[in-house]
């Protein structure tokens, strides 16, 4: 199927070492696994029922309502090791034995890594471009460690993207930095192409061709894997946009419950890129 040029870095040569364009009527599993785990905990919003291909060159992740809840779908192309199950489902706190690993599907390091979709319309979910590392939070130093990089972030239907990046683990050893709100301007189908050059010394991101931000605070010397996904608010702990605990986290916030379905993430393609040395 006929699918948009990529908006490549200008000055260098690119070659494509990565992709999936969507095009059939099934996802590829030999390149994703769904994500249904969290910090160990199986999150109850996500699932694989709501991804699919529409036969048209696009990855559909739509948001699902039943019985009261809200469901959506998150695929990758790895595993952060804290996202393994242990086999003592019901206890609280860190589970031993740990779930058995999980082959990555692709790991890169490096290059060019680039998304074009088109967001979603209503509140009370986001949706996220991605790259994350297998072992994030061993150790303090973010080039071995790795790094949780952001390349696409949409919290809120305020016509904004931001680029975030996070490492040091997710507790008190958590250190961030941002770009702030991202403007987005229409395009004529409504389609947004978002890219991060991810180099030895920092990461540069672009929102439809354009450069956006750079950070060179903390930079991954550690391949990574793929994320795109969606989630509903309401089912964590931690309030995504504001940061604060919430009193529970197995219930849709209430900007959810407004949704006007159906609603949907729509992903023409995802692709990788290394560049090429003279």
């Given at each position: 199927m006929e699918h948009a040029k990529s908006l490549l870095p200008a000055g260098k040569k690119w070659k494509l070492v990565w992709n999936d364009e969507f095009d059939g009527t099934e996802l590829d599993m030999t390149k994703w696994s769904f994500r249904y785990h969290i910090l160990q905990k199986r999150q109850i919003c996500l699932t694989d029922e709501t991804a699919s291909l529409d036969g048209k060159?696009?990855?559909?992740?739509?948001?699902?309502?039943?019985d009261g809840h809200y469901?959506?779908?998150q695929i990758q192309t790895g595993e952060n090791y804290m996202d393994r199950p242990g086999q003592e489902f019901e206890k609280d706190g860190f589970a031993w034995p740990?779930?058995?690993f999980f082959e990555p599907k692709f790991m890169h390091k490096y290059g060019y890594y680039e998304i074009r979709c088109k967001l979603q319309t209503q509140e009370g979910w986001w949706s996220a471009f991605w790259l994350q590392s297998p072992v994030i939070g061993c150790c303090p130093n973010p080039e071995v460690a790795g790094v949780e990089v952001d390349i696409m972030e949409s919290f809120r239907r305020d016509n904004t993207v931001s680029h975030n990046n996070h490492w040091g683990g997710y507790a008190a050893d958590h250190k961030c930095a941002g770009s702030g709100d991202i403007p987005l301007e229409d395009t004529p189908d409504g389609y947004h192409t978002f890219g991060l050059e991810w180099t030895p010394d920092e990461y540069i991101y672009y929102v439809d061709g354009k450069e956006t931000w750079r950070c060179s605070e903390a930079v991954s010397r550690r391949e990574q894997f793929i994320l795109v996904s969606t989630e509903c608010m309401g089912y964590r702990w931690v309030d995504v946009l504001t940061?604060?605990?919430?009193e529970s986290s197995d219930k849709p916030a209430e900007s959810l419950k407004k949704a006007v379905l159906p609603d949907a993430f729509i992903v023409d393609y995802v692709r990788v890129y290394d560049e090429v040395k003279d």
């Open positions: 060159g696009n990855l559909v992740l739509s948001l699902m309502e039943k469901y959506s779908s740990i779930d058995k940061g604060e605990l919430q």
